[in-house]
């Protein structure tokens, strides 16, 4: 009865807090610290921190250098977002998610203090969670950037321990820039002078901006394919840097461009001085859920017991070559996608390097999402690309029209964090 009522009470004032978003976002840190200094400035309370920019790839690496941290005995707090199936997800604290008693507490102090100042939702949200990991004791606090980098909310941290920017690519242009480049320059905002940077595999222009960033502040870069390798061979995962070699498993989560993850992850470990366990543990204990994770319960599966049903929240371009790389190399199966999207993104850039392992597309709205693109829009789309599509009213339609033609089928279903959120709460 207690965790109902608290429950109730998180959503409450959740909800309550999104009142207060300004209607135009313009991005700067004016109310953090103004709401910080009202709430005794938790940020400079903080364990380490590994702060983590990027454009794709941020959750895997965070979950990979937390798994080899907790393996060497470290206490790690995190901070995610956005969450699938419930905000508590966002928080964790001393390795648990946070309570719903304690996050209603944070949160209604938070408001208190704000007190019906206009503030981003995730403005306020973060400041709770600093709240969280000031008053709790740990070695760690993996903190993962919300949106760019240089105006984040998160950006608050002073000196990390050491920071992190993954892969780089083309989203939220809206906010960020038109071009990696410019996208680069405002992930490259999280580097503090003489704070550690492992970069990892960028394209050209992207390194470039993140190199003239790490120049001007004096900010030390330990990058990909200069400083640190990591590469498969022979079923294993291979990784280089100047301490040497380290031959690990393969990263128990799926898809090849996991092992560009795990490489960042490993350097990170190997900066901060864990053990090669620690590093093993990295890639073999991670657990980070619609990155390609194969669902094993709930209506969804007793729908279609002999498909095999995987769950993927990549949204850009660059997240649809990863998923076309993953089906690659996985077992030739007819494969099929059911895929729903925002109306913010780059469709037709997710879905064309999908188009050569698809046998079909079935089009779905995202229940609840005021910014769902409809589904004749994703059906259009993916036709563009040369991919049979279809319309579909729910997830749980398209999967019924797939296994009426084949039984055996593999469905991915793909397109965006809030679609997998949806398919999480039920199927989880």
């Known amino acids: 009865m207690t965790t109902t009522v608290a429950r109730a009470g998180s959503d409450a004032v959740l909800e309550r807090l999104m009142a207060l978003h300004p209607k ?7 109310r953090m610290y103004a709401l910080l200094d009202r709430l005794g400035r938790p940020d400079l309370r903080l364990p380490a921190v590994i702060h983590v920019a990027g454009t794709n790839g941020k959750g895997s690496t965070q979950a990979m250098i937390r798994a080899g941290l907790e393996a060497a005995g470290k206490v790690c707090h995190a901070y995610t977002s956005p969450h699938l199936a419930r905000f508590h997800e966002r928080i964790r604290v001393a390795g648990e998610l946070i309570t719903d008693a304690d996050l209603t507490a944070l949160m209604e102090e938070v408001e208190d203090a704000n007190a019906g100042d206009a503030i981003t939702y995730f403005e306020i949200t973060t400041c709770a969670a600093f709240l969280a990991f000031a008053r709790t004791p740990a070695d760690y606090l993996l903190l993962e950037v919300g949106l760019g980098g240089r105006f984040d909310a998160t950006n608050v941290v002073e000196k990390p321990a050491v920071c992190v920017i993954t892969p780089v690519s083309l ?3 809206q906010f960020l820039g038109e071009t990696v480049r410019e996208i680069a320059g405002e992930k490259a905002g999280i580097l503090k002078p003489g704070v550690p940077c492992v ?9 470039e901006a993140i190199e003239a960033r790490a120049e001007a502040i004096a900010a030390p870069l330990i990058v990909a394919n200069r400083d640190w390798q990591s590469w498969r061979e022979r079923d294993r995962l291979v990784f280089q840097d100047q301490n040497g070699l380290l031959d ?7 898809g090849p461009h996991q092992i560009d993850n795990a490489g960042a992850a490993l350097a990170v470990l190997r900066h901060l001085g864990m053990p090669e366990a620690a590093c093993e543990a990295a890639v073999s204990r991670a657990y980070w859920p619609a990155r390609m994770q194969r669902l094993r319960q709930g209506p969804l599966v007793q729908a279609a017991p002999l498909a095999e049903l995987w769950l993927d929240g990549g949204h850009n371009p660059a997240a649809g070559e990863a998923l076309a790389a993953t089906l690659a190399a996985m077992p030739a199966r007819p494969t099929h996608a059911i895929c729903g999207m925002l109306n913010t993104k780059d469709i037709a850039g997710f879905l064309r390097p999908l188009a050569p392992h698809l046998a079909s597309l079935r089009a779905v709205s995202i229940p609840g999402e005021k910014a769902t693109l409809p589904a004749e829009d994703t059906r259009a789309a993916a036709a563009g690309v040369g991919i049979v599509a279809d319309v579909a009213e729910s997830v749980a339609a398209a999967l019924a029209a797939i296994v009426a033609i084949d039984p055996h089928a593999r469905v991915v279903i793909c397109g965006s964090l809030y679609l997998a959120g949806s398919v999480l709460r039920e199927n989880g």
């Open 199 to 207: 970069v990892g595999p960028q394209t050209a222009e992207g390194l």
């Open 248 to 254: 690990l498993p393969p990263p128990n989560l799926p």
């Open 171 to 173: 989203d939220h242009q």
């Open 24 to 30: 135009i976002i313009d991005l700067r840190l004016d």
